[in-house]
């Protein structure tokens, strides 16, 4: 493993993409009237790193958009998120100096 920061971005970047087509895939659900992935399954995939893909498929399929009780559930994800951003930065900063 030669840079484990790309191996780890690549891992997002693939997690982000199944989480935006599972929100397009529950969104299909929705229109024909079968069965629907819960939404705590939806909030909780929104959970380790993958709050980019869960945003931006609610946004390109109008998924949730106007469920407020669904948008305020995903504030635990959107403060997790930021604390994991903020914890890497911070982890990179403390390994840049030596």
């Not at 069965?35 to 390109?60: N, W």
Request: hydrophobic letters at 55%.
């Amino acid at each position: 493993m030669k840079n484990p920061a790309l191996w780890l971005l690549g891992a997002l970047l693939l997690a982000n993409l199944v989480v935006f087509f599972v929100y397009g895939f529950d969104k299909r659900r929705a229109r024909r009237g079968g069965s629907r992935i819960s939404e705590k399954a939806l909030i909780f995939l929104a959970l380790p790193g993958t709050l980019p893909g869960a945003l931006l498929g609610m946004k390109v399929f109008r998924h949730k958009t106007k469920k407020r009780s669904f948008q305020w559930k995903l504030l635990l994800p959107v403060l997790s998120n930021a604390a994991l951003v903020y914890l890497a930065w911070w982890i990179l900063a403390e390994t840049s100096r030596g």
